[in-house]
């Protein structure tokens, strides 16, 4: 049964960076795609940003665009988030998700940001940047 654990969350000063991990557990996980999301006290969980199972295609949120990377490598089964460039604003719990219809990729950056697309998330990691 695959997993998600999220790692590499912090305390940072705005304009900093961290590098969010997602390992997952189970030899399928290259024929996910996958999102990260996050949700702030208070506020629905919000789509950061998604990639196919190959790595090829991604979409972001507009407010993270040139900020935020999402990559993965499928042969250590992990999905990064480099988050650079950070705000007070982006203070959230993260958390990654995996769409295990396999190989299952939307047209659109809104496709793929719906949070019922996903049936496996990790527990989550809190990412928090001040003034």
């Known amino acids: 049964q695959v997993q998600l654990v999220e790692s590499g969350g912090g305390l940072r000063q705005a304009g900093g960076s961290l590098r969010l991990s997602c390992a997952a557990s189970?030899?399928?996980?290259?024929?996910?795609?996958m999102g990260w999301f996050r949700q702030a006290p208070g506020k629905e969980r919000e789509f950061v940003a998604a990639?196919?199972?190959?790595?090829?295609?991604?979409y972001y949120t507009d407010s993270v665009k040139g900020r935020f990377t999402i990559s993965r490598d499928n042969a250590k089964n992990t999905m990064y988030l480099q988050m650079n460039s950070l705000k007070p604003e982006d203070t959230a719990v993260y958390y990654c998700?995996?769409?295990?219809?396999?190989?299952?990729?939307?047209?659109?950056?809104?496709?793929?940001?719906?949070?019922?697309?996903?049936?496996?998330w990790g527990q989550g990691t809190q990412v928090t940047v001040s003034s």
């Open positions: 990639i196919s199972w190959s790595g090829s295609n991604t």
């Open positions: 189970g030899r399928t996980f290259s024929s996910y795609s």
């Open positions: 998700a995996a769409d295990r219809t396999a190989h299952r990729w939307a047209t659109t950056a809104q496709g793929m940001g719906v949070p019922s697309r996903y049936d496996l």
